[in-house]
């Protein structure tokens, strides 16, 4: 007999369905509910709500678990690296030798940005916010293949592999060319080598000689990279769900995508990390001011980095690159300050009855940008760096929208709580 949950509504009961995912999550099936009964369920911010079922990515928040089609986020940061991550969030299975092969050869074969699309750089002002110039060029994909993006689902489906690789290779590639551009430095070529030094040759190289990144610097970039690859429906992903929802194209999708990642509440914090610690250290205080500061409740003063709608334990990312932030800059000789006063941080928060009573923990965004720093990557150029991370998670994504069968364009209900019917009344009678 299947589970039901029962609801009784003056007096009139409805069963709904229970519906139970493969790690046991449970969930109410409201989809007869506004049919059966007239009324709807309200959830603001669908913090209660599951908008989708997903295949990719398992998050327990309580327990701090984050799974990529059930291999556990510690053990890929362990023996995988972000392509091969990047493969299995969106094709659901760890690649074999020869699929990693042709994976890697379509990423080199689409990293280059054409003389055309290199023009629309030019219409921004060089302070523009980087996070609006990727999404804005992101965009234009669209424009430039648009072969790659009809707007039509089983169109897109069948050139979904050059798409996929073209949109994580070029975001990558116009990501360097932004701090280029803003830089006013000429751009550079990608050249046939490893995804992660590319980025980084293409950010740092001279006119004559050409940027090869230490061993370690693109280790700690891979890992950066793989452990922002995808974190179930947040706010960037559900974007991409819902634009993806009414069968615009995955280049426009992902522009969406990058527009909700700008915000300094998502993938913004790693940059107001990094400010709220260099404030902190200019300011000469250790960090013990700042948390008591932070306690008061107002937005303004959140200790960012900290905190998670989901995560109510560590976020077991934040534990991976707050233990690789040592790792990395032993390895460079680097002696940042900023460490210290993150590390005083962490340790008084997470003594704290005001952090701990609201299950704030460090989250991905907490260390994420000392070791961005370490590799010489600007601070405004840490939410592009998370941007590049995120695409393969927003493109499994989009694939699973546009391959439901019987998919339906997302459209959210609401409760009116404005002026009820009223009359139109003359400019001379409005007082
Ligand atoms: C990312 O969804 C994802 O998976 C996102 C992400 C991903 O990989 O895609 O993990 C990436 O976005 C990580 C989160 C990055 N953002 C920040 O670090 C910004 C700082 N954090 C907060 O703004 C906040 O914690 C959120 C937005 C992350 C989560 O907010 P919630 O769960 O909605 O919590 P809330 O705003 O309702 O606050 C609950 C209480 C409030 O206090 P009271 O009203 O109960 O007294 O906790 C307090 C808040 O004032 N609070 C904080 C705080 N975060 C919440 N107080 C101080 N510092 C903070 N950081």
Redesign the pocket.
């Known amino acids: 007999m299947a589970k039901t949950a029962s609801l009784k509504i003056d007096d009139k009961p409805f069963d709904l369905p229970i519906m139970t995912g493969s790690e046991g999550e449970q969930a109410i099936d409201v989809r007869r509910l506004r049919a059966e009964s007239g009324y709807i369920c309200f959830d603001q ?1 669908y ?1 209660n709500t599951g908008s989708c079922e997903s295949n990719i990515t398992y ?1 327990d928040g309580d327990n701090g678990i984050l799974r990529h089609r059930g291999y556990p986020i510690e053990q890929l940061a362990q023996h995988s690296d972000f392509v091969e991550t990047a493969y299995l969030v969106i094709y659901g299975e760890l690649p074999t030798e020869k699929q990693r092969n042709h994976f890697g050869t379509l990423l080199r074969k689409n990293a280059a940005i054409e003389t055309q699309m290199q023009r629309i750089f030019e219409g921004f002002p060089d302070d523009a916010p980087p996070m609006a110039m990727l999404s804005s060029i992101v965009a234009s994909l669209a424009a430039h293949y648009p072969e790659l993006a009809t707007n039509n689902f089983e169109r897109d489906l069948q050139n979904f592999d050059l798409a996929a690789a073209m949109a994580i290779s070029k975001i990558r590639t116009i990501g360097a060319m932004l701090y280029r551009y803003q830089n006013g430095m000429p751009y550079v070529h990608p050249k046939d080598i490893p995804f992660c030094e590319n980025f980084l040759h293409m950010m740092f190289s001279e006119p004559y000689k050409d940027y090869v990144a230490e061993p370690e610097i693109a280790k700690a970039l891979n890992l950066l990279l793989l452990l ?1 690859a995808d ?2 429906q ?4 559900s974007t991409v769900r819902m634009v993806g929802s009414s069968a615009a194209n995955l280049f426009t999708s992902l522009s969406a995508g990058i527009s909700a ?1 700008s915000g ?4 913004g ?1 790693n940059t ?2 990094m400010n709220m610690l260099q404030m902190i250290h200019d300011e000469g205080d250790d960090g013990t001011r700042f948390i008591e500061a ?2 008061s ?1 107002s ?1 303004s ?11 109510r334990n560590f ?1 077991p ?1 934040a534990k991976i690159i707050g233990d690789a932030c040592e790792k990395v800059l032993a390895k460079l000789g680097i002696d940042d300050p900023l460490l210290e006063i993150a590390r005083n941080l962490e340790q008084a928060a997470l003594k704290d009855d ?2 701990l009573s ?1 299950k ?1 923990y460090p ?4 260390y994420s940008g000392i070791i961005m720093r370490a590799l010489g990557i600007p601070v405004n150029m840490f939410t592009v760096v998370f941007a590049i991370g ?1 695409a393969p998670g927003w493109i499994a994504n989009w694939r699973e929208v546009a391959s439901q069968p019987k998919g339906r364009i997302y459209r959210p209900r609401q409760i009116y709580s404005g002026p009820v019917k009223r009359d139109y009344t003359p400019m001379g009678d409005r007082g």
């Not at 947040?234 to 992903?237: E, G, L, M, P, V």
């Not at 300094?264 to 993938?267: R, T, V």
């Not at 003063?301 to 995560?311: E, I, P, Q, T």
């Open positions: 911010g913090g998050l922002h974190h179930e947040n706010c960037s992903t990642l300094p509440l998502h993938g914090a107001a990390v932070a306690k409740g937005k003063s959140r200790l960012m980095g900290f905190g998670h709608a989901v995560y976020d990312r005001y952090f609201r704030l989250n991905v965004d907490f995120r």
